[in-house]
């Protein structure tokens, strides 16, 4: 019989027969010729010309790198044998050798089937990733040694695996900031890979319109059903945008004693929006749904693992879990872990371990934020300020639970039977008194803990968030005593400076008292009274601004605002405008839009004629009781 012959091509080793046959030669025949010099057949040669034989095998691995510089990861395969690294193809491992460099190496054929069943269960393709939810598959199989993840401790933006475009949401009634699209569109492909997110956004940035951006417009017409749960206060805030910029949505707000106990009335609507009590008191009813998106907004209610709320919360059948909150580490790293075992369940292992791995330190957090940074999107004011108006409005209706709608109420009855149609503005200050907080209007509660009053949480919530980014609030109100139980509890809960501006202040004691404001560094706050503050004050430290309460006169607000809202302030100025759902509040800030609608400035007296009456027969008639549970 005659010889056959060796013949490399390309990196392949092909044997052909004495007959002139030609295949790929196998990893054993190659290794008994070449090394053992024991050919299988006679025939087959001993040696090829030029061509050296490794005894050692490469070891293969799947390498993670930002090959492209982008900061886009891209997978490849790699071998390495004795200090020497070839770059290979899944065809090499499929072949079990490679030849490079005029050497002949065979590929370890454990890991190369591991890899191999690996990238396929993981639909991980070689190249740009183009899938989060596979790059993460990819990167717990670090532990394995079949990883070689060069990005290991640095960070990825969200958007690297956003697929790029100009396209902006459909039926969504909103002008969006491009920050705010491309946070849309990094939404939208969280729900198709049906992966979850952390929307961490700051404050002013917009979270909720985004949120409502990816549940109108998926990619595939509006998600449903969709459930978003949130401080109980918040509910109505969340009704009220969902109609405001996505009109064509069915939204159900669960809550109250005339809830719903039938998960088909649930399941007619395309937003369900709850309070967190609610999923603990109903988690059986919600459990029966399979919800496509969990929204929890304000996420940091679920902090603590071993919170009822968060063990209810988790219990949750959902396709895809979302957070929403500006600060989603307040007090320890485990405060992340227990939004991100949410969102993306198991990723950072159980609580335990994961407490043993990231102290709360620097170091701690430097080395978690890699592993969650691909998962949670934080845009920072300052990165995106030429995005933002100099001005940022955020208006927050804010609910009141069950006892105090039934005390606001008590309180409205008693001024409509006592003025009755003789009532005038100032007669409801009774009113508006309670809505900054009952202790104003009700001695016997005048003791206690003012955060029992859901308006004084949503304005902690908010000065937390605020002093979390080092900043500064304005904070105003025109009632004495809620201007010293505001100070007196910021001091208290936060440590922070505080200090009040108001009719007790000499003039000549303001600026000083200003300026030891200014100084301060990181968080303070100074509470004014809108006519104190009005007029001649420059306080531009502050980028942050709170009317606790809405006045009448819409005049006296905007100029409350331009003490930070002016030339030399250098950062845009977020106003927060809090006011509590169907009460007199609710038709003070239908007034102020209607006023400055007609006239097209705020220069409105408080004194109306007509107008007013009106408005103190609809402020009479509003009751927080009315709307539950709608």
């Known amino acids: ?161 956003t697929p790029a475009g100009e396209d902006l949401p459909e039926g969504v009634n909103a002008t969006l900031y491009p920050y705010q699209a491309s946070g849309w569109r990094w939404l939208k492909f969280l729900l198709s890979e049906q992966v979850g997110g952390l929307l961490a956004d700051e404050m002013g940035l917009g979270k909720t319109l985004q949120i409502i951006s990816a549940l109108r417009d998926c990619g595939a017409g509006p998600l449903r059903p969709a459930l978003i749960a949130a401080p109980g206060s918040l509910l109505e805030n969340w009704r009220r945008e969902i109609e405001k910029f996505a009109p064509d949505l069915k939204v159900l707000k669960h809550h109250g004693p005339d809830r719903t106990g039938r998960p088909a009335d649930l399941q007619g609507y395309d937003v369900v929006v709850t309070s967190y009590d609610s999923v603990v008191r109903d988690n059986s009813l919600l459990s029966m749904i399979d919800w496509q998106v969990i929204v929890l907004d304000e996420a940091q209610y679920i902090r603590n693992p071993a919170a009822q709320r968060t063990k209810a919360v988790k219990a949750l059948t959902r396709k895809v879990g979302l957070a929403v909150t500006g600060t989603p580490v307040e007090n320890r790293l485990l405060d ?38 691909p998962l949670m999107l934080r845009r920072r004011v300052a990165e995106v300020a030429k995005d933002l108006p100099p001005r940022i409005d955020i208006p927050q209706a804010v609910e009141l639970d069950e006892e105090e709608a039934a005390r606001y109420d008590a309180l409205r009855d008693r001024i409509a039977a006592q003025y009755g149609a003789a009532a005038t503005l100032v007669a409801l200050t009774a009113m508006r008194r309670f809505c900054a907080h009952p202790v104003l209007t009700d001695n016997e509660h005048a003791t206690g803990d003012p955060m029992a009053f859901s308006k004084f949480r949503r304005l902690d919530e908010l000065v937390e968030e605020i002093f979390a980014l080092g900043e500064k609030v304005i904070i105003f109100t025109s009632f004495t005593g809620m201007a010293d139980l505001i100070a007196q509890h910021i001091a208290r809960r936060h440590n922070a400076f505080t200090g009040i501006i108001d009719g007790r202040l000499a003039i000549d004691d303001r600026q000083p008292l200003i300026d030891t404001f200014g100084a301060v560094k990181g968080g303070a706050a100074l509470i004014l009274n809108p006519r104190a503050g009005g007029a001649g004050l420059n306080i531009t430290a502050a980028n942050h601004v709170i009317h606790y309460n809405p006045e009448w006169n819409p005049a006296l607000e905007d100029q409350a605002s331009a003490r930070a809202h002016r030339r030399g302030q250098d950062r845009p100025v977020t106003i927060h405008r809090l006011l509590v759902a169907n009460t007199v509040e609710d038709v003070i800030d239908e007034r102020l839009t209607r006023k400055r609608a007609i006239s097209g400035t705020a220069v409105i007296g408080v004194e109306g004629g007509d107008d007013d009456y009106a408005d103190i027969v609809a402020a009479l008639g509003r009751s927080p009781l009315a709307k539950r549970g709608n």
């Open 336 to 373: 992340l872990w227990s939004i991100m075992d949410f969102v993306l369940p198991g990723h950072l292992g159980d609580a335990g371990t994961f407490q043993t791995h990231f102290q709360d330190d620097v170091d701690g957090a430097a080395a978690l934020e890699p592993l969650v940074s």
């Open 1 to 161: 019989m005659g010889e056959g012959a060796w013949d490399i091509r390309g990196k392949e080793l092909w044997l052909l027969d004495p007959d002139g046959n030609a295949r790929v030669s196998k990893v054993d025949e190659v290794y008994r010729a070449l090394i053992e010099k024991k050919p299988s057949e006679e025939w087959i040669p001993a040696q090829v010309e030029g061509l050296r034989p490794s005894r050692y095998p490469l070891d293969p691995v799947v390498v993670i790198d930002d090959a492209e510089g982008d900061g886009v990861p891209v997978f490849s395969l790699s071998g390495s044998c004795r200090g020497k690294t070839i770059t290979l193809q899944p065809d090499d491992l499929e072949r079990g050798h490679v030849v490079a460099d005029g050497v002949w190496y065979p590929v370890e054929p454990d890991q190369s089937s591991e890899i191999i069943a690996m990238l396929s269960s993981s639909g991980v393709a070689l190249g740009r990733a183009g899938s989060l939810r596979s790059f993460l598959a990819i990167r717990k199989a670090t532990a394995s040694g079949l990883i070689e993840d060069n990005l290991a401790d640095r960070n990825i933006s969200p958007l690297a695996f």
